[in-house]
């Protein structure tokens, strides 16, 4: 019976009669699988180990273009690759590794005295991690880069296009963020007479001369600092990398404003900078005792004075008091001084507003920049920026000057090394780690060691006078000081900060 039902299908299964169109899209696709077959074999497409070998000449030819950007050089510098991001997953992933540790090598070969090692890069990571494990993202690329006193950075990021890898490379000089060279690799498909696709000359000479502060944009009025994901300040290399790329990569060159609720907009008080939130490393391993050790800090968003506090600005608060003496300062666009603690936050309140932390503060004065100062450590730079011995007192001119006279930082902010010194909220602690590692905005302790005489942080160093404080080591961003909070001093003034929490309606 089995074999009689089997005979039956056999019979059906011949008497199926197959469409004749579906017969001819079988002979198109047979057809065309033969094309493709014979295509590759005559033409000879390039197998994948071909394809490598022709991506490594090409990144050999990049170390070699490299290398001769440090020849021309006018002075000897060390380089630093670090950091070539996946572009699809904006991610520092296992070929980003391979990708680096190869370019290293490379270099090394061709510059061996000039470039840090690939195993120094991985060390500083680990380095990192072990001493920060409670910074769950990974470190900016200006750290590390900066932990290797490196001169110029290669960075980058790379993706795959059809298959075939495609590696943007950009060498800034760590200083200044300039960019001094771009190009891309293997973007374009596999041909033999292949030539380096370059950024042209003339667009490279132009951003040569691209000073930092058009990529740290400065205004009187409002500064937005760039993020990136989460909390972290990006470095200039990551703008740019950022400006040229899909929206939604690592960082955003420019945080966007809150969408307007009932016409309400964020209006920046006169005569102050909104300081945009972000992450800064705060303190120096190479200062005094208690500026140790140098810790990551989260700060939220906050307005700053552009300038210290004025004389005309003081007057207007007919409840506070100041004290008068030697180096007095009188001109109403001069620093107010000789005002204690107390005056001083008093003074804040009366405007609405209050002192800054001293994290704020030192946010604030570092703008950006892990350097002595928001310029680099460079002191023939100092005399732009402040008002202190070599400028003043070296040359027979005592007490504060007019503020806002010297150039602002990136943020827009004056004075904030030298001219008078500035209290701030903070009680002072010897050890002031513990105490501000906190996850956001760290005050400092809420009470002072000794009550009876309670010491309050003071900042910014001075035109000069007492305890070193208008000298260029006295100015440094991380520099702390220490007066009993009822000090009033030809040294000391003060500027105010605001949290920024005031929306004011508009007609518009």
Known sequence: MNQSENENLIKKSVGLK???????????????????IFYEVI??????????AIFDSKLEIAAENIAKQVFESEKKVLIAVVDLFNYETQEHDLKAEAL???????????LPNQVIPYFEIVYLRLEWKSRFPDILHEPLTEDIAKLTDADWLLTGSYESIYGLLSVRLMLYELKSGNLLWQTVVGSKRIEENYEEESIPEETIVQRKEQKSS???????????????????????????????????FISTLIPALPPPVEKEVQIIPEAMVLISEGEFLMGSDFGDEDELPDHLVFINSFYLDQHEVTNADY???LACERGHGGFD?????????????????????????RLPTEAEWEYAARAGSESEYSFGDNINLLENYAWLETNTSDLGLWGARDVSTKMANQWGLFDLYGNVMEWVQNYYTQNYFASVRQPTNPKGPSLAEDEKYPLRVVRGGAWGGLHGAGTPAGVRAAKRYAFVEWTRSFQIGFRCAMDVNTKIKTNQ
């Open 315 to 317: 007057s207007k608060c």
């Open 100 to 110: 680096e540790e190869q370019l290293t090598d490379l270099l090394y070969e061709k």
């Open 43 to 52: 033409f000879g497409a390039p197998s994948s180990t071909e394809t490598l």
């Open 329 to 353: 300062t009188v001109d109403p666009q001069q620093p107010t001084v000789y005002v204690d603690w107390k005056n001083a936050d008093a003074f804040c309140e009366f405007q609405h507003k």
């Open 18 to 36: 197959i469409p004749s169109s579906s017969l001819f899209s079988i002979v198109v696709l047979s057809f065309c699988s033969l094309f493709l």
């Open 214 to 248: 058009d990529l740290f944009p400065q205004t009187i009025t409002q500064f937005h600092a760039p993020l990136l994901p989460t909390v972290s300040q990006q470095p200039p290399w990551e703008q740019e990398m950022a400006a040229q790329q899909k929206p939604g």
